[in-house]
């Protein structure tokens, strides 16, 4: 993908908060949460959840995902969407840097955020596709990331 796809598409997630995510359950069937995300300039995803939720259990024992960001609209024009890997923020000053970054791009009203069992975790893709149909044809771009 051209360098000004790749920009037009870490804006595009940038407008955005977001996403459906799919997890892979201990049952063999995905699982698609819609969740809340911020993305850094690098293309990590960033979203949190709680130790007590099934989500947390299934990203730690498989951290493979898939998520998408739709233009929001009765005729998306532009979607993304990705695979990739997710992973726990544990280190203390990562997790207050994701957290604050979380929250100064995201004023939604977060009803985990505040949870003793609250968590943050990163996707780190590994592929991203781009679908533009603002021109009014189809446009497919594959990015390759990671």
Not at 33 to 58: C, E, M, P, Q, W
Not at 111 to 127: C, K, L, Q
Not at 129 to 142: F, M
Request: hydrophobic share 40%; no cysteine.
């Amino acid at each position: 993908m051209e360098e000004d796809k790749k920009d037009e598409v870490l804006d595009f997630l940038k407008k955005h908060v977001k996403m459906v995510l799919a997890i892979n359950e201990a049952n063999d069937y995905p699982n698609a949460s819609l969740l809340h995300y911020v993305v850094t300039d690098s293309f990590g995803i960033l979203f949190g959840t709680k130790r007590g939720f099934g989500k947390y259990n299934a990203l730690v024992a498989d951290p493979k995902v898939s998520f998408v960001v739709v233009e929001e609209g009765i005729d998306p024009l532009r979607v993304v969407d990705g695979r990739g890997m997710a992973q726990e923020i544990t280190a203390e000053l990562e997790l207050q840097l994701a957290h604050d970054l979380f929250r100064s791009k995201n004023d939604a009203k977060w009803y985990v955020e505040n949870a003793d069992d609250f968590v943050m975790f990163e996707i780190t893709p590994t592929s991203i596709r781009w679908l533009d149909a603002t021109s009014g044809n189809l446009q497919i771009h594959d990015l390759q990331v990671g």
